[in-house]
Nanobody, 123 residues
Framework: QVQLVESGGGLVQAGGSLRLSCAASLRTLSTSAMGWFRQAPGKEREFVASINWSGGSTYYADSVKGRFTISRDNAKNTVYLQMNSLKPEDTAVYYC????????????????WGQGTQVTVSS
C-alpha cells in the first residue's frame, strides 16, 4: 500500500510563495502519475495540477496556470508543488494523490491520497 505524506503548508501573505512536498512510502511512485488537489471549507475537492511518471507531461487548472508548478524527483520518491503569487482564494487543504496510467484531473481516478496540508493565504 502506498502512503503519501504532504508537508510545506502554512500561513502566507497574498503575493507570497510556498512549496508543498509529497513523499511516498514506496518506490512505486516513480511509475505513477501524481496529482495535487485542494478543498476549501464548504467546497468540493478541486483539481490543481497533475504530472506523469517521468515528469515530462504536466496539466494545470486554469485558476493556477502560470503561478503554480508541479514537479517530481523519482530518486527521492517526492512530488512538489511550487506556488507563487498566492491569492486568498488559494486557501484550502491541499492533497497529493497517485494513480496508474497518465495524468488526469478527475479525482476519482486516483487510488491513493495523502492526509492533506493546510495552506492559508491572508489578504
Amino acid at each position: 500500500q502506498v502512503q503519501l505524506v504532504e508537508s510545506g503548508g502554512g500561513l502566507v501573505q497574498a503575493g507570497g510563495s510556498l512549496r508543498l512536498s509529497c513523499a511516498a512510502s514506496l518506490r512505486t511512485l516513480s511509475t505513477s502519475a501524481m496529482g495535487w488537489f485542494r478543498q476549501a471549507p464548504g467546497k468540493e475537492r478541486e483539481f490543481v495540477a497533475s504530472i506523469n511518471w517521468s515528469g515530462g507531461s504536466t496539466y494545470y487548472a486554469d485558476s493556477v496556470k502560470g503561478r503554480f508548478t508541479i514537479s517530481r524527483d523519482n530518486a527521492k520518491n517526492t512530488v512538489y508543488l511550487q506556488m507563487n503569487s498566492l491569492k486568498p482564494e488559494d486557501t484550502a487543504v491541499y492533497y497529493c494523490a497517485s494513480k496508474r496510467g497518465g495524468i488526469s484531473y478527475v479525482h476519482t481516478e486516483y487510488a491513493y491520497w495523502g492526509q492533506g496540508t493546510q495552506v492559508t493565504v491572508s489578504s
